[in-house]
């Protein structure tokens, strides 16, 4: 652990994390100032009211374990001395850093658990019942060997006759697979179609939705039509609808510049290109006036407004980039 001291400061570099129970894993490596050349030096550790002096003798010391025998903050200081004649001549006392001790597994306290050991009954009694249970099973495989010779012997496979797999034999089989799979065919159709209904009434859905809002957004748009081509629907009056039904004069366009108020910075469906008038606006570029702004929007983070003085043939331009416009540039 390196700590720089100077005349002034103690200051722990890179502080490591102090587990409680921990011995001999850090060391104190200190960097003095010029001033303390010639000095003796000591190293206080404080925790919970109590104090521990070491000596720092070749610029180091080690942690004493007392302070990591706790949970808590550890505050770490240096003060340095001369003394002539028995005089005190000298002393830093630098303000102190701090430290914090965690939580660690160590423990000198708990108890081990003895080991639980069987009794002979148990060992004798344990072996007996696996015997038991390998000759139950031994006996239950012999029975139903036997038991499957007697019903080869009574349906003839011993008189001397082949038995070989018939072609009705794979019939029968084959009937019995599909009645089984069958339900399953079935289940997976039922769940396609149904998808498909909720494909084609969640595309209906953001149709009506569109209409209500009255505008479409460019991304909006390409995904709507991206998906009603993926599902089949090339159904195009229902785009023709909706652009039919679109109110143009939100982006400013058949008419005068849509009017807004406030600030600049915040208009209202400023996340769309099209045409602004503003009266008196924060963050216009002069503080009072009327504006025409072509707002030009890359996404929600860049744009660029060009702003047309009212009363004047003042032009003026600023950006946005990532987030943050720039300040206003008259260009005429």
Request: proline share 2%; aromatic share 10%.
């Amino acid at each position: 652990m390196l700590i720089y001291v100077d005349i002034d400061n103690v200051k722990i570099v890179d502080k490591p994390t102090l587990h409680k129970g921990e011995y001999g894993v850090h060391q104190c490596n200190f960097n003095f100032s010029e001033g303390y050349n010639g000095l003796v030096k000591i190293a206080c550790f404080r925790s919970e009211c109590q104090t521990y002096k070491v000596d720092i003798v070749n610029n180091t010391c080690d942690i004493p374990s007392e302070v990591l025998s706790r949970v808590g903050n550890v505050i770490v200081g240096v003060y340095a001395y001369s003394i002539e004649n028995d005089n005190l001549l000298l002393r830093y006392s630098p303000v102190a850093d701090c430290l914090e001790v965690v939580h660690g597994s160590y423990t000198d306290e708990g108890k081990t658990p003895e080991q639980v050991t069987p009794s002979q009954y148990e060992i004798y009694s344990k072996a007996l019942n696996d015997g038991l249970n390998e000759a139950k099973a031994s006996s239950a495989y012999t029975k139903a060997i036997g038991d499957q010779l007697l019903a080869d012997k009574e349906n003839g496979i011993f008189n001397g006759k082949n038995y070989e797999i018939t072609e009705s034999d794979y019939n029968e089989i084959a009937s019995a697979v599909e009645k089984d799979i069958q339900p399953q065919l079935d289940e997976i159709k039922n769940e396609n179609e149904e998808i498909s209904d909720i494909v084609k009434n969640d595309i209906q859905s953001q149709i009506n939705e569109i209409k209500n809002e009255g505008y479409v957004k460019q991304e909006d748009t390409e995904e709507l039509v991206k998906t009603i081509l993926t599902e089949g629907r090339s159904n195009w009056s229902e785009i023709d609808k909706y652009m039919a039904g679109l109110d143009y004069t939100l982006f400013g366009l058949g008419g005068q510049p849509r009017l807004v108020t406030g600030d600049w910075n915040s208009i209202e469906y400023g996340d769309l290109t099209g045409f602004f008038r503003g009266n008196s606006l924060k963050n216009a570029p002069t503080s009072t006036g009327w504006y025409y702004v072509l707002n030009i929007v890359n996404d929600g983070l860049n744009k660029k407004q060009i702003a047309f003085s009212f009363d004047s043939n003042a032009l003026y331009v600023r950006t946005r980039v990532a987030g943050t416009w720039t300040s206003w540039s008259q260009i005429i």
